[in-house]
């Protein structure tokens, strides 16, 4: 089945640096693909969506200048958190969008990010 | 726009019980819908989806769900469950028409299977 290789599992960051999370579809071409961020306990908020050779579209409220998505390929979407703070500290999933939809959807095993 | 309800927070069941977690959605035009199942600290796994059909649709590890246009309900179901199906379930809807791709996600149920 369709496979999205998320890396790294674990981050730990100092403040002010900044971290890129890449999301890979492993034996399929995502034409487009989501990045979400999950609170403890909490359901998934989506912060946007990547179409391959475009810029991302954010959901209201996202600073797209401090998360940088880039999706360069049809196989690679990356998330860099820009000058980190420990409020920017969660779980962060993506997401790929097989073509014709109809094969649904294929999460990444997702990335905790730490902020110290 | 769409909104997904579900209904209980929190499940505790005991194992070998039967259980059944409750989706209710909104939306002015026609939806997919979908179960997911997120283990800790890990993604989110397709557990089963209705697209078009029988409103009765089979998942994997033996979960059930039925779809109830009426009611706007997607109700997920197992006759018997292990402790291994501990874990946080999500209901999402997707519009059938429309440019966007975006699930909408309810706010997930923790199913808790005690021994």
């Known amino acids: 089945g369709a496979v999205v290789s998320q890396h790294p599992s674990r981050v730990i960051c100092k403040s002010g640096t900044s971290v890129k999370i890449e999301c890979r579809s492993l034996d399929f071409q995502a034409t487009t693909m989501f990045w979400y961020r999950q609170f403890p306990k909490q359901s998934l908020m989506l912060m946007a969506t990547s179409n391959e050779g475009s810029k991302a579209t954010y959901e209201q409220g996202v600073e797209k200048d401090k998360f940088l998505i880039n999706h360069a390929s049809l196989t690679l979407s990356t998330l860099t958190v820009t000058s980190a703070h420990p409020e920017d500290s969660s779980f962060y999933i993506c997401?790929?969008?097989?073509?014709?939809?109809?094969?649904?959807?294929?999460f990444g095993s997702g990335t905790r990010l730490t902020v110290v | 726009a769409q909104s997904v309800t579900q209904l209980d927070s929190q499940v505790p069941v005991f194992e070998e019980a039967p259980v059944e977690l409750r989706c209710n959605y909104s939306s002015s035009v026609s939806v997919y819908l979908f179960w997911y199942v997120q283990y800790p600290n890990q993604g989110l796994q397709l557990l089963l989806k209705y697209l078009s059909g029988s409103t009765l649709v089979k998942g994997i590890n033996g979960f059930e769900a039925e779809f109830n246009k009426s009611q706007t309900s997607f109700h997920l179901r197992k006759p018997s469950v292990h402790i291994s199906d501990t874990a946080e379930y999500f209901c999402?809807?997707?519009?059938?028409?429309?440019?966007?791709?975006?699930?909408?996600f309810g706010k997930g149920t923790k199913l808790t299977v005690n021994p």
């Open positions: 999402a809807v997707k519009p059938t028409q429309g440019g966007s791709e975006k699930l909408v």
């Open positions: 997401s790929a969008a097989l073509a014709g939809f109809n094969y649904g959807y294929t």
